[in-house]
């Protein structure tokens, strides 16, 4: 399985939603504390990119010389429909400074200097070190995940159906029920998590696991049509 550093570092890399709390900021719209882009520097400090006349960086600006703390709060919600999509949510906290030169015109480079950090999504819940954080790496298929979630979904739903057969027990119905919808909701480069949902709303999570962990989308496409190959045996 990914470890902890590894998969915060990719809800960082990913396009999930995120804002910067700075304690005692007051904002009247809460997009104001969502920033524009964020990267991470090789020391696994947080680039975040604002508008230079964001509440934020006039936070930061002013207290240039102090210890302005801040947290960056990611949520990961499924990109399809699926009950209970959040999948998870990553905590960046730390020490904010601003970076003159690094943002262009309008707008201003913030360094979130990483001091602690956590996530808790479908793995479970854990803290992250800050040297942890700074030698992993994101996870190869973090940039398509979304676009391939939702074709599965849109284009393979019977073969995902196909799947249920891989459950052993949990397929069996002796009562004649329909198999539950089988929703692609997590994808990385060991393998597939697909959420089976009930007729009655009811669901559960089964995990397939990839022969061998996948690098880009070329050796993704391998993989799938192995699983699927063994799904309709």
Known sequence: MPSAAERTRTLVQSTCSAVLLVPGLNVIH?????????????????????PADSPVVRAATRAQGDELTAVLEITDVAPVSVPHRIRGRARIAGWLTAVPGLAG??????????????????WGAEEVE????????????????TELLQHLHAAHGE???????????????????????????ALDRFGLRVRFVEESGACF???FEFPDPVRDVGELRRAMYTLFEAAAC
């Open 30 to 50: 809460p997009d104001q504390l969502m920033p524009d882009s964020r990267s991470i520097g090789p020391e696994g400090d947080l680039f975040l990119g604002f």
């Open 105 to 122: 015109p309008g707008g201003v480079m913030l360094r979130l200097e990483t001091g602690e950090a956590s996530v808790d999504d479908l």
């Open 130 to 145: 800050p040297e942890a954080f700074r030698d992993a790496v994101a996870d190869p298929l973090v940039t398509h995940e």
């Open 159 to 185: 073969q995902m159906g196909s799947l249920s057969a891989l459950l052993g027990g949990r397929k069996e119905r002796a009562d004649g029920r329909s198999l539950p919808e089988a929703v692609p909701v």
């Open 205 to 207: 999570d089964a995990r």
